[in-house]
């Protein structure tokens, strides 16, 4: 892939993968040091390692890889987003201190799913009866809600305070870093058919930026995404 930036949802969403440390090779290094041995270029064995590694599921040489990435999704995909802790850090952009005009996810009316009532959460690949009439709905509730936002900030509500009346489908924005195999992890639930498809869409970028940087030991941890 020659972008690092691979836009998400619309125009606003995006993921952008900002710097790696290390390499396929890293991950073999950290392998071979139990036996006092460094690989100085990658081989074809230390491919089968990678792989011999990944399937046996002995993943601490995954952890000392690491990518930094900035990304910008819906709230309601960053709270789900953001249950993924063990070995990631973050910082966001807090409304706290800004208070620059809001930018909102609308989805197209197809992405107006139906409900699906034999899943407890979920939806089916459908959109509803009269998705283009309530899509309107949506934009109008959205504007209102922006309207509300900027007269608390023209009365001199604090930011901290206004910001209570932005809706789940404002844009946030933050920097993540993690281990490969923390996101290998992330990726695994998150592409999933039965995770939500917003949030899928931002674990397939993910993945194809990582793919970009890791081919060896990125293909050998996908092979594993499919649940046994």
């Known amino acids: 892939m020659s972008s690092e930036k691979v836009a998400v949802l619309d125009t606003t969403g995006f993921v ?5 440390f290390g390499s396929d090779l890293t991950v073999v290094n950290a392998a071979r040091v139990s036996f006092a041995k460094e690989s100085a270029a990658m081989t074809a064995g230390d491919g089968k390692l990678i792989n011999y590694l990944a399937t046996h599921n002995h993943i601490s040489p995954f952890f000392h890889p690491q990518l930094r990435f900035r990304l910008k999704m819906p709230i309601f995909v960053a709270r789900e987003w953001f249950r993924h802790t063990v070995g990631f850090s973050r910082n966001e952009v807090s ?9 909102c996810y609308i989805p197209a009316a197809v992405e107006l799913r139906e409900r699906d009532e034999n899943k407890k959460q979920g939806s089916k690949l459908s959109p509803i009866v009269g998705a283009e009439t ?42 993540e870093t993690a281990s490969l ?28 930026l990582i793919e970009a940087k890791f081919p060896v030991s990125w293909d050998a941890l996908a092979a594993n995404f499919t649940p046994s």
């Open 134 to 175: 309530l899509q309107v709905e949506l934009k109008h509730a959205t504007k209102a809600a922006m309207r509300s936002y900027a007269t608390l900030l023209e009365h001199n509500v604090a930011p901290e305070v206004a910001r209570m009346i932005l809706p789940q489908s404002m844009y946030t924005e933050f920097i």
């Open 95 to 103: 409304r706290r201190y800004i208070d620059t005009p809001p930018e």
């Open 16 to 20: 952008e993968l900002l710097e790696t």
């Open 181 to 208: 195999y923390a996101y290998a992890r992330l990726c695994k639930l998150r592409t999933d058919p039965q995770a939500q498809r917003e949030i899928q869409l931002y674990a397939n970028a993910v993945c194809s």
